[in-house]
């Protein structure tokens, strides 16, 4: 598991921070909390209108607050229809 190693975001072994699972590439970061999701995205270079962020099976609104004890997936958005 990687940390995500930028600021107040390293986490140390003493004190896990949130786990965040990304896809594509599937991997999964530690990152201090509380923190909210729009600080996150910009942490991890993401476009808001771009990914899915989830936590415990629903969506989580861009002016959400994360904690240390969360573990949430960013997914990106797919969009197509049905032929």
């Not at 975001?9 to 921070?17: F, L, P, Q, T």
């Amino acid at each position: 598991m990687e940390s995500l190693d930028s600021g107040a975001a390293a986490c140390s072994r003493d004190n896990e921070g949130m786990k965040v699972h990304l896809r594509n590439p599937t991997r999964t970061i530690e990152v201090d909390g509380p923190i909210s999701i729009v600080a996150l995205l910009q942490r991890l270079d993401l476009n808001r209108e771009s990914v899915l962020v989830i936590r415990d099976g629903s969506l989580v609104p861009g002016d959400a607050m994360l904690s240390d004890d969360d573990s949430i997936e960013i997914r990106p958005v797919i969009s197509g229809g049905a032929t």
